[in-house]
């Protein structure tokens, strides 16, 4: 297998951006989904990698096979937003998902960051087990910051609080 490399967002990755998001949206997750409905996906500079925010993708033989964000929401908190990787690349035995997550968590450590929030669906499970797995703790919708992005597909809320070394 060919090397995988994690680096941040740059605008011509908007195009790979969409074709791993879009497909695991619709044709894995049945979510009626469409670009437009993601605006923060057109302006990933603006949305996410401003303030103490991020915006990473996975690269495989110069095709994004994997994304990770995180918008500063203000007052030391952030929200990790669309984590997705190819369904081919997906699992243990490939680490992708971690390593994009470990990128993620340095990243808010050396920022400064102090929780991490995050929204997902009832229909991602696999996805429940691996942030419960790296020490993201369940939460109600009503301990979420006032400015966490709520996305309405989101059903489920998680917390991680990041102690600085």
Same mark, same amino acid.
């Given at each position: &297998? #060919? =090397? ?8 011509? +990755?908007?195009?790979?951006? %969409? ?9 894995? %997750? ?9 605006? +923060? ?19 495989? *033989? ?12 203000? *007052? ?6 669309? &984590? ?5 690349? /997906? ?21 400064? !960051?102090? =929780? !991490?929030?995050?929204? $997902? $669906? ?23 910051? /006032? #400015? %966490?992005?709520? &996305?309405?597909?989101?059903?489920? %809320? ?8």
């Amino acid at each position: &297998m #060919s =090397e995988i490399e994690i680096r941040p967002f740059v605008a011509s +990755d908007v195009d790979g951006v %969409f074709s791993v998001i879009l497909p695991i949206q619709r044709e894995e %997750f049945g979510i009626e989904i469409t670009a437009d409905d993601q605006p +923060d996906l057109s302006s990933i500079s603006d949305f996410y990698q401003s303030g103490k925010g991020q915006f990473w993708v996975a690269v495989r *033989n110069g095709q994004i096979v994997g994304t990770i964000g995180l918008k500063d929401i203000g *007052n030391e908190q952030t929200a990790l937003r669309k &984590m997705f990787v190819a369904a081919d690349l /997906r699992g243990r035995e490939h680490g992708l998902a971690a390593r994009l997550l470990a990128e993620l968590l340095a990243h808010a450590e050396a920022e400064g !960051i102090k =929780e !991490i929030f995050l929204g $997902t $669906t009832d229909k991602f499970l696999s996805a429940h087990r691996f942030y419960e797995k790296n020490a993201f703790a369940e939460v109600s919708r009503g301990e979420l910051p /006032r #400015s %966490f992005p709520l &996305m309405a597909v989101d059903s489920k %809320f998680y917390r991680r609080s990041i102690i600085a070394a």
